[in-house]
Nanobody, 125 residues
Framework: VQLQASGGGLVQAGGSLKLSCVAS????????VAWFRQAPGKEREFVAA????????HYADSVMGRFTMSRDKAKNTVYLQMSNLKPEDTGVYYC???????????????????WGQGTQVTVSS
């Protein structure tokens, strides 16, 4: 599976961005797909995930109510709509995918076998 993330950029605090992640090589609908982010000098952290089975989308507390993850199975693409961005949202955003990820492991980066190259999001104050 190859993942290609795009849509990052520079935005002022309070602004919005929409990230996209296109999967190739395998239908992303067969996999759990997640967004993680990594700020300079910090560990990679969970942002949001949607399981293969669909249904509830899981969010980190820090982005709840501001970010919305969605999936378009026909386009094999997942999105992350980010609104009311804050400087602390700055980082490289990665999309990831994996199979057989149980609910309790959704937020654990090393459970995901496939990773995109990342897209930089910078929020200025």
């Amino acid at each position: 599976v190859q993942l290609q993330a795009s849509g990052g950029g520079l935005v002022q605090a309070g602004g919005s961005l929409k990230l996209s992640c296109v999967a190739s090589g395998r239908a992303s609908g067969d996999l759990t797909v997640a967004w993680f982010r990594q700020a300079p000098g910090k560990e990679r952290e969970f942002v949001a995930a949607i399981r293969r089975s669909g249904g509830t989308i899981h969010y980190a507390d820090s982005v709840m109510g501001r970010f919305t993850m969605s999936r378009d199975k026909a386009k094999n693409t997942v999105y992350l709509q980010m609104s009311n961005l804050k400087p602390e949202d700055t980082g490289v955003y990665y999309c990831s995918a994996g199979g057989g990820i149980i609910l309790s492991s959704l937020r654990t980066a090393d459970r995901y076998a496939y990773w995109g190259q990342g897209t930089q999001v910078t929020v200025s104050s």
